[in-house]
């Protein structure tokens, strides 16, 4: 599933570079709207792998709207309080980045 997560981003980028995106993921073309829709279903599956790739997917998508990167932050929030270090570090660095991004 995390290779689907991780090919999903990739036809996501590609569709934003192309100028196919519209108003965000979420109101673009219907490829844009059913990527983003796989994304934000896979924010919310059992394994903890796969919710980890699909947050920092959709925090890396290029021309992000803030309500596009929301689902995401919370999960990554979630992690924070995780007792698996590794999952601390992981959803700490990819918030640093979206911080960078999104003030």
Excluded: W
């Excluded at 993921?25 to 490829?31: D, E, F, I, N, R």
């Excluded at 596009?68 to 929030?77: E, F, G, H, R, S």
């Amino acid at each position: 599933i995390s290779c689907l997560v991780r090919y999903a981003c990739k036809l996501l980028h590609d569709e934003a570079l192309e100028g196919r995106l519209g108003d965000g993921y979420q109101a673009g073309s219907s490829l844009c709207t059913i990527g983003y829709q796989f994304l934000e279903s896979s924010l919310r599956h059992r394994e903890e792998m796969v919710v980890f790739e699909a947050a920092r997917a959709i925090c890396s998508l290029p021309q992000a709207q803030p309500q596009d990167v929301n689902p995401a932050i919370t999960v990554l929030q979630l992690f924070l309080s995780s007792p698996k270090p590794a999952a601390r570090f992981g959803s700490m660095r990819i918030l640093a980045s979206v911080s960078n991004t999104h003030p």
